[in-house]
């Protein structure tokens, strides 16, 4: 018998189980036998053997850490110790009779022993194949037709109807191994099939992270290096106009450097936004409402100026990119108020309204022209167009100068 490398699950407590079962049996027997006959020895050796058998067995698969010193020869060990005994059991009594062993007697020993070998058989097709149901069987039927023909006659066995009932078991153990083997080889194809399939999910799982994670650190790159390139080489540009300028007209390179400088700060602001994004996203501690108030209450913090909220608890469930836009917008409009707007008083609205998610982020500040290329073309305003296109949301910007800026955002529709 070829022993696995594994024990089925669930396969050792069943043996045990179904051992248990057959010691119980062999003890009532014995109460019985020991109620009829008393203390007689002849009757009570056959007891004692039918208990000593199932009741070792069973303690040798109940010691612990045994399985694994014996490896994948423990449970063939156990296999032909059930087998064994259920074979040899019913032969102790047939010395008993005197003369010549009833054929009656025989027939019930012999279905009796069919029952108990059950099983083992029930095992060798849990754990092993087909193969080893049918070694079984021969077997079983082999040593069964051996010790029949050391108690009855050789006639009398040819003559009798043992050898047919030897012939049903192996037909019953054939047909009942095969329903098992068949069943447990479609379980070990389906269980094949399912780690399989996990291990591809796994591994699916873990492509997908990887190139969420490049295409989030690519995007991140691309933000440093347009914010850092291009605000570095407007300001060499402008600082080489001013080292040209600084004697011909001081006036007119005193301004650019001081374009220089509110060059330098709107590229560390927008650098430290960027990096700002590595940490961790507030939205997932937060949610969208939440984030959104905290962020705007820390700006009215830092800034000194009066923030009106208007920020409805519950704006819906949204894909996570839709929040990350909101989220980035409402961010970036603040930064700009920061940096550029110079107002006293702001006002943040976050709302859902027909369906439609809307954000409006306005202040009294100075303002500016929307229609001039300077202004149209700044990374800030020109991300948050980017970023409500990409999910399919809308972006409007008003401002006139002295009279300040909204920024309106909505998704879900037109307003």
Not at 101 to 126: D, K, Y
Not at 205 to 227: F, G, K, M, P, W
Request: net charge neutral; aromatic share 6%.
């Amino acid at each position: 018998m070829r022993p696995t490398r594994a024990l089925e699950p669930g396969v050792l407590p069943t043996f045990r189980l179904f051992i248990a079962l057959q010691l119980a049996h062999a003890g009532l027997g014995a109460a019985a036998g020991f109620a009829i006959g008393g203390s007689h020895s002849a009757l009570m050796a056959p007891s004692v053997v039918s208990l000593l058998g199932p009741g070792l067995l069973l303690l040798y698969l109940s010691l612990p850490g045994l399985a694994q010193r014996l490896k994948s020869f423990y449970l063939p060990i156990g296999i032909l110790w059930a087998a064994a005994g259920s074979i040899l059991d019913p032969h102790i009594g047939l010395p008993l009779s005197e003369g010549s062993t009833p054929e009656t007697f025989v027939q019930v020993m012999l279905w009796r022993q069919i029952i108990w070998l059950l099983i083992p058989l029930v095992v060798v097709g849990w754990q092993y194949s087909m193969h080893q149901v049918v070694l079984f069987s021969v077997l079983t039927a082999t040593l069964n037709v051996a010790l029949l023909a050391r108690t009855l006659p050789l006639r009398e066995l040819l003559s009798s109807s043992l050898l047919g009932i030897v012939a049903v078991q192996i037909a019953i153990f054939l047909i009942v191994g095969n329903m098992i083997a068949s069943l447990m080889r479609v379980q070990r194809e389906q269980r094949q099939r399912l780690t399989e399939a996990h291990a591809r999910l796994a591994q699916s799982a873990a492509t997908h992270e990887q190139l969420t994670i490049s295409r989030e650190r690519n995007r991140l790159a691309r933000e440093l290096h347009d914010v850092l390139a291009h605000t570095l080489s407007g300001v060499a540009v402008e600082l080489g106009g001013a080292r040209a300028m600084l004697r011909l007209d001081p006036e007119r390179a005193d301004g650019l450097l001081s374009q220089s400088l509110r060059a330098i700060r709107e590229g560390l602001s927008e650098t430290r936004r960027a990096l700002q994004a590595l940490r961790a996203q507030p939205l997932e501690d937060l949610g969208l409402a939440l984030a959104v108030r905290t962020l705007a209450e820390s700006y009215a913090g830092r800034l000194d100026i009066q923030i009106d909220l208007r920020i409805d608890p519950d704006v819906g469930e949204y894909p996570v990119e839709v929040q990350q836009c909101v989220y980035r917008i409402a961010q970036e409009a603040l930064a700009n108020l920061a940096d550029h707007a110079q107002a006293q008083r702001a006002q943040v609205v976050l709302v859902r309204d027909q369906g439609q998610l809307r954000l409006i982020i306005s202040d009294d500040g100075c303002g500016f022209d929307p229609s001039r290329p300077g202004d149209e073309h700044r990374y800030g305003l020109r991300g948050m167009r980017e970023r409500a296109e990409m999910i399919g949301g809308t972006l409007s910007v008003e401002s006139q100068v002295g009279k300040g800026t909204q920024i309106s955002f909505w998704y879900g529709g037109h307003p």
